[in-house]
């Protein structure tokens, strides 16, 4: 258990519907990034804040928008949802702000489904 | 735009063996390079890393190569173990955005 909490673990929806996933660091992590992988990709990084703020920016369609509140969990907004979006969503935290990689716990990840 | 590439999805490896997974990348400005590993319905989790200005780096029975002239990293695990059955993903880091490999499916056959 790396300490990292997604949900929810499912999520079916359609075409042109919006989405919330929520993330939960681990006690005390500043950071938090967001990642989607989709079938038989890699990880693709989307995002990340630290304590609060936007810090790193990867390919992050438009159409999906991140926050990170004062209690440090955060949320990761997809709207407008096509097929291609389909993917297994993954959150990271880190206690720094600039992250080596190493110190990153993933959670469990939220796959979703765009029907 | 995939500047980090994993060319094999799978691996088979007697237990016993060496395990040697792949991985190649274009930007020269990645300036420091990781391995992961992946369980089923589980996140990654961190194995080992590797700074640009190295060129191996070693833990336990796991070993990462980077031929920076080459831009390839190699991750060898000695003697592999069917503990370490699955999906092994490299990345690489540029100004803190990491860019990952589709993944290797290691399989450690007993």
């Known amino acids: 258990d790396s300490g990292v909490t997604q949900t929810p673990k499912h999520l079916i929806t359609a075409t042109g519907q919006r989405v919330t996933l929520r993330c939960s660091p681990r006690s005390g992590d500043l950071s938090v990034y967001w990642y989607q992988q989709s079938l038989d990709q890699g990880l693709q990084f989307l995002i990340q804040y630290y304590n609060g703020e936007e810090r790193a920016k990867g390919n992050i369609l438009e159409r999906f928008s991140a926050q990170q509140f004062p209690d440090l969990h955060s949320e990761l907004n997809l709207s407008s949802l096509e097929l291609g979006d389909s993917a297994l969503y993954f959150c990271?935290?880190?206690?720094?702000?600039?992250?080596?990689?190493?110190?990153?716990?993933f959670g469990p990840g939220t796959r979703l489904t765009v029907l | 735009d995939q500047q980090v590439k994993q060319n094999s999805p799978s691996l088979s490896v007697q237990e016993g063996r060496i395990s040697i997974l792949n991985c190649d990348y274009t930007?020269?400005?990645?300036?420091?390079f990781l391995w992961y590993k992946k369980y089923p319905a589980e996140g990654p989790t961190f194995l080992i890393s590797?700074?640009?200005?190295?060129d191996k780096n070693e833990d336990g029975r796991f070993t990462v190569f980077l031929n920076k002239s080459a831009k390839h990293l190699s991750l060898h695990i000695v003697p592999s173990q069917p503990g370490d059955s699955a999906v092994y993903f490299c990345a690489a880091r540029n100004f803190n955005k990491f860019y990952f490999g589709s993944g290797t499916k290691l399989n450690v056959k007993p």
């Open positions: 930007n020269s400005m990645f300036d420091y």
């Open positions: 590797i700074s640009s200005i190295k």
């Open positions: 990271a935290s880190s206690a720094l702000r600039t992250s080596g990689g190493n110190e990153q716990f």
